[in-house]
């Protein structure tokens, strides 16, 4: 039986008042509990909520053109965000730079050529660094468009390409950062494997690939608030980021931002065709990668559930109360971001707010329909939520209030696919990602 809910949009020319269904696709399941916090799995239990207007402005006013969007009600977005969910991050080091370590090396079969870059943020070398691998197809015969992932895994653990240079992990014990070897096989996993990036899969169609490692920025883990690029920015006596400052998935989106500073400068890359990607928190990561840094063509977020693409004010799965938790992923946002876990209603800004400030570049939400906990449904919603501000701009929202079926992608500006299975991609997101890419950034 199709689960309905009432969902309210406070956006101009929507009216008040919508009924959707989420088209039988996303089953109930019992509910359960993560540390400590109820979890709600039925749809009719989601509960109602009415969605901050990205279409009006602090004083009420509303947004009706272009020119106002980005004048005043985009800048006041922004500053929402960043003080109340990711944080205020630095500019560019003034101090950068770029050690090209490889720069032409053939990979997979001469199909590739590939770069090897450490980006440097001061002039102290031995401090935060990061390491980017490129790979551009060896047939182009001018600047090809990139897709640009940020991973859970050094370089050498992401890519299947054994002449790529052993990156580094952050070892939980040490509070240092120490290299990163493949898993040991065990019983359970005799071959211990990896899901490669599939490098070659763009290659053919044309597109070029890079990758960094998360860690390079930051660490992923409680009371890590002090480690990694956020360090170079404490004050004397400071020990962690004040309330309004970056958590780690601001690091890891403004490391983004330096792979593009380097992007820029390789003339074997149109760097105004570059998509950011990223799964689960790196996907929260492209959304707020995409939306700070206009520079990025594109963004692909998978499975950015909740404090991503997901509707926060919806209680199903996880929530902002579970993400903010002290023993869970506090360390990800600004700190104001936990004040609102026991009273999102009176958070400022919502998914919908986050999905406007990407309009009017395409804008592709990747999501499986077992995938509960990330609310897949709560993403297709916000999707429909951010489609007048896209419509300002005269492009083409999801335009449908019904849940796809699994595998049935809506490729328009703004896109949304949901594979049958959970967390994370399947070798068939890839293909989707490619087509969209040749949608609207092959020339």
Partial sequence: MPAKTKWSLCILGWGALLASSAHGQIADAPDDAVAGIPVNYTEAKAGSYKLPDALKLNNGKAVTDVKTWRAERRPEIRKLIEQNWFGRAPGRPADMTFDVLERSAPAFDGKAVRSQVTIFFTKDHAGPRMELLVYVPANATGPVPLFLNMSFSANNLTVNDPGVLRGRRWDRQSLKQVPAEPPRPS???????????????????????????????????????????????????????ADDEWGAIAAWSWGASRALDYIETDKRIDSKRVAI??????????????????????????????????????????????????TRFPYQFAPNYAKFGQKVDEWPVDANMLLAMIAPRPLLLQTGNTDKWSDPYGEFLAAVAVEPVYRL????????????????????????????GGHGTVPSDFEVYIRFMEMHLKK
Avoid at 281 to 305: N, P, Q, Y
């Fill in 187 to 241: 019983a359970t996993a005799p071959t211990a494997g990896f899901r490669p990036l599939p490098v070659e899969q763009f290659i053919a169609r044309g597109i070029g690939v890079a990758t960094f490692n998360k860690d390079d920025l930051a660490p992923d883990f409680v009371d890590s608030e002090g480690l990694g690029v956020k360090s170079l920015y404490l004050k004397p006596g400071q020990t962690r980021p």
């Fill in 277 to 326: 990607h990223g799964v689960s928190r790196l996907g929260k990561t492209a959304l707020w990668g995409g939306a700070a840094d206009e520079r990025f063509a594109m963004v692909i977020a998978s499975c950015s559930g909740e404090g991503g693409a997901a509707i926060a004010r919806r209680n199903y799965g996880e929530t902002l109360a579970h993400m903010s938790a002290p």
């Fill in 393 to 420: 701009f005269g492009k083409r929202g999801l335009e449908t209030t019904v849940l796809p079926k699994p595998g049935e992608a809506i490729l328009h500006d703004i896109g949304y696919v949901m594979h049958e």
